[in-house]
């Protein structure tokens, strides 16, 4: 029964060290140098493009015939010699090595096992002269454009932007109000006071007059003396009583009438009421003493 166990223990551990690379290890593309120099057309420098591969896990990964290519254009495959990355390692291929020529103005590299079973792809656009596409962080984080290219390394974190400076705003100046002009009062002009020339009377002369003439005279004043007015007598004027007033006595009696008549028929039937109690009670009053 003990053998038996330590032969299970041993065919696991067995297992478990043989399969452990395949099954915890994973080898990424982690770098990409599409652009590194633009030179002219007909130069002989040869551009330093590389593609770089990271093994993010915790054992070595065996990648021989392994195959990298590029995704657009005349499409490049890149077979892989014997190679084993180690856990954490890194592994670059350049231009001069795969053949393989990435476009500037956009591009992708695929990676596919010896199986031609895909393990990683990236594309990328709008690369800048001398700066890579980086998985930030290394072997696990995404793409970022604009990094410093770290071929073998590890990679660098893109530049942080300058913050724009904010201006700063001198002390406000403040507005000096132009004073408004001040209106001058208007004097006005005091009436002339015209002298008024008191005409001397004139002399009458001392002449006689005459009865005729004095009588002549008095008749002319006393023809343009106004007629008095013809005085009312005072009898009409007390006689006459306004219709607006009678109106008034006829509508307050009438009034009066419609008010007091429930008040009168109120009596009248209380009236009636207490002689029949009362002839009532003196009739039974005298059949009582029958």
């Known amino acids: 029964m003990l053998s038996k166990c330590k032969l299970f223990l041993f065919v696991f551990f067995l297992l478990f060290f043989i399969f452990s690379p395949k099954v915890s290890a994973k080898v990424v593309i982690n770098e990409v140098l599409p652009n590194p120099l633009n030179n002219p057309p007909g130069s002989s420098q040869e551009p330093d493009e590389f593609i770089e591969l990271y093994n993010n896990g915790s054992a070595p990964v065996i990648i021989t015939n392994w195959t990298i ?4 254009g005349s499409t490049k495959i890149y077979t892989i010699p014997e190679t084993t990355i180690a856990a954490g390692e890194f592994v670059f291929y350049r ?12 591009d992708g590299v ?9 393990k990683d792809s990236v594309s990328f656009s709008n690369t800048i002269e001398k700066r890579s596409w980086s998985r930030v962080p290394g ?7 604009n990094t ?6 590890q990679n660098a974190a893109p530049p942080t932007p300058e913050p724009t400076p904010t201006p700063t705003l001198g002390p406000t100046s403040t507005p000096t109000s132009t004073p408004k002009p001040t209106k001058t009062p208007t004097s006005t002009p005091k009436p002339t006071v015209k002298a008024v020339v008191t005409k001397k009377p004139k002399v009458i002369s001392t002449k006689t007059i005459s009865d005729e003439e004095e009588s002549e005279i008095l008749g002319l004043r006393e023809g ?8 009312i007598p005072e009898s009409e004027e007390k006689g006459k009583i306004p219709i ?3 109106l008034f006595v006829l509508g307050g009696l009438g009034f009066m009438g419609v ?7 109120s009596m009248k039937k209380r009236y009636n009421i207490e002689n029949e109690e009362k002839e009532t009670a003196e009739g039974g009053f005298k059949s009582g003493d029958n």
């Not at 072997?139 to 454009?145: A, L």
């Not at 410093?148 to 390394?153: C, D, I």
């Not at 008010?259 to 028929?265: E, I, N, Q, V, W």
Request: glycine share 14%.
């Open 95 to 106: 231009r001069e090595t795969t053949n393989i020529a990435l476009n500037n103005t956009g």
């Open 259 to 265: 008010a007091g008549y429930p008040f009168l028929k």
């Open 139 to 145: 072997g696990t984080g995404g793409f970022v454009n």
């Open 69 to 72: 290519s590029d995704t657009a």
């Open 224 to 231: 343009l003396e106004p007629p008095s007015p013809t005085p």
């Open 110 to 118: 695929e990676l596919k096992d010896d199986n031609g079973d895909p």
């Open 244 to 246: 607006t007033a009678i």
């Open 148 to 153: 410093e290219p770290t071929e073998g390394g």
